[in-house]
């Protein structure tokens, strides 16, 4: 069972960049997917979810209107699509896959995001 983060890189300041979790081992319509960040110094904050199934999302106030996150069950993965990009999005974004019922969530290693001014 693995969740791999990859699209993370450098950008400038209103650029854009797309994050893809690709999950293994087990099928993510039974999970909802969530974005996490962490910048140096700060605790791990939540980004974004979307719910497989019904395709339902959240967004925190941060990225609302600026990142999309989205699903393809035929390719296991999970996007999120940045736009806009602000210097203080700077952080290393994960993923974690959570089950709607019993059972342990997953975590992804982590993809470095970093955003200059």
């Known amino acids: 069972v693995q969740l791999v983060e990859t699209g993370g890189g450098l950008v400038q300041a209103g650029g854009s960049l797309r994050l893809a979790c690709t999950a293994s081992?087990?099928?993510?319509?039974?999970?909802?997917i969530g974005w996490f960040r962490q910048a140096p110094g700060k605790e791990r904050e939540g980004v974004s979810c979307i719910s497989v199934s019904d395709g339902i999302t959240y967004y925190a106030d941060s990225v609302k209107g600026r990142f999309t996150i989205s699903s393809d069950n035929a390719k296991n993965t999970a996007y999120l699509q940045m736009n806009s990009l602000k210097p203080e999005d700077t952080a290393v974004y994960y993923c974690?896959?959570?089950?709607?019922?019993?059972?342990?969530?997953?975590w992804g290693q982590g993809t470095q995001v970093t955003v200059s001014s």
């Open positions: 974690n896959a959570r089950p709607y019922g019993l059972g342990s969530d997953y």
């Open positions: 081992g087990f099928t993510i319509d039974g999970y909802a």
